[in-house]
Nanobody, 120 residues
Framework: QEQLMESGGGLVQSGGVLRLSCASSTSIFGRPALGWCQRAPGKQRELVATITSGGNANYADSLKGRFTISRDNAKNTVYLQMNSLKPEDTAVYYC??????????????WGQGTQVTVSS
């Protein structure tokens, strides 16, 4: 059974907004770091944003100020609020949950992705 499931993608006009959600299964344990990556057409997978178990967020420099990552521990869900969308944001967005103990990766789960398409 899959551990993560993304939702909220779709087709929007340039300047529009989307809110992606990623729900985790109850089988996930510990205090994982959560994040989002994107895979745009013709490009490699790139980091979008991460958030630690303590709520500290980091963003790709090009996205800072437009995207906001947040988490709801009670719902086991991580969100990505995407504002002022640009055509170059078009990509499949993947949710990630990674739990580490020291240098040991206990688990590193990925969702199946949700498509975001921004028209010009």
């Amino acid at each position: 059974q899959e551990q993560l499931m993304e939702s909220g993608g779709g087709l929007v006009q340039s300047g529009g907004v989307l809110r992606l959600s990623c729900a985790s299964s109850t089988s996930i344990f510990g205090r994982p770091a959560l994040g989002w990556c994107q895979r745009a057409p013709g490009k490699q997978r790139e980091l979008v944003a991460t958030i630690t178990s303590g709520g500290n967020a980091n963003y790709a420099d090009s996205l800072k100020g437009r995207f906001t990552i947040s988490r709801d521990n009670a719902k086991n869900t991580v969100y990505l609020q995407m504002n002022s969308l640009k055509p170059e944001d078009t990509a499949v967005y993947y949710c990630n949950a990674r739990y580490e103990s020291g240098r040991i990766i206990v688990y590193d789960y990925w969702g199946q992705g949700t498509q975001v398409t921004v028209s010009s």
